[in-house]
């Protein structure tokens, strides 16, 4: 390597350190607890899981009320964590500073007193693997709620538990919250990753991003590569959608027009196509298009209010 050659390249690693260290860690190495000035606080906790053979790792949000009203029981929304995340994501400081924001919109009155929950879903898509040793979805849908509800004072009936997501999490709060409407008073889906299609590795194979290249190694070992036909139609928001039925669940889906994801796999028109099957089977949903907005926590950050609000808006104060 040339001088000129080494001095750009030594110049390249600077920017990326220094870049790298501008945006901060997407987890926390080791977690504790989080109090915050309201009374609030984020506790990180695991349980020993059947679903996904192993401790199933999760951060709860307990509201400013919690210790001072001993005999009350809370609402809780779930939320859905995207790839290369986990249960600690959502309380870095490149993300945004959630906790503090959720805080008071709590305490300012903007929406009920409730328990957030954040689980650990790896990269799992929130879907059980193809070959079953890791049931995400079971996890999200019955084991995690059932230890919620027993370990803290958690309401257990629909009115009072709603579930939402980011990126990877948006698909999975979609694609549950419709396989299971029963169980949930609302989902919301921002910046879902939705694929549509018979096989969808077959055009992300065909990108040349490494970003779709790493999408393909995420869901391998949940859908296969290509694709499991049988596994793919159970899993698919597209197939879900169109044998939804109108009912009580409230259906967000938001998203922003400069989502780094549309550039390697078709974003908008996945998403057009699934607002359009919910309306042909007469099922209200509220689709948002951000002007110019972000993918991920970005996005959530910039619209909490509205998205906290609409997960929230069937809980009793």
Known sequence: MNRAALI??????????????????RRLENPQT????????????????????????????LPPSYDREPDRRFPAVYFLHG??????????????????????????GTIPQCLVIFPDGDNSFYTDSLD???????????????????RFRALSDREARSLGGVSMGGYGSLKIGLKYPSRYSAVAGVSPIILIGDDPSVYLQSATSRLAQYLVTALKPVFGVPFDPAHWRNNSVERLAASASPG??????????????AAHFPLEQSLLKVSETLKQRGVEHKLVRYENGPHGWQLVVQHLTEIASFLTQDFSR
Do not use: C
């Not at 030594?10 to 920017?15: A, C, D, G, I």
């Not at 989080?34 to 053979?53: D, W």
């Not at 600690?88 to 300012?108: A, D, N």
């Not at 890791?134 to 027993?150: G, N, T």
């Open 132 to 150: 079953g040793s890791r049931r995400y979805e079971e996890l999200v849908v019955s084991e995690l709620p059932r230890h919620i509800e027993q």
């Open 248 to 261: 009580a669940l409230k259906i967000f889906i938001g998203y922003g027009t400069a989502d780094r994801y």
């Open 8 to 25: 750009a390249f030594s110049s390249y690693l600077l920017t990326v350190g220094a870049r790298a260290q501008e945006e901060g860690p």
């Open 83 to 108: 790839l290369w995340n986990d249960h600690t994501s959502w309380v870095v400081e490149r993300y945004g500073g959630i906790p503090t924001q959720l805080e008071e919109l709590m305490t300012g």
């Open 34 to 61: 989080i109090n915050l000035p309201g009374g609030s606080r984020v506790e990180f906790h695991s349980f020993p899981s059947q679903a996904v053979g192993e401790e199933a790792h999760f951060s709860v949000f």
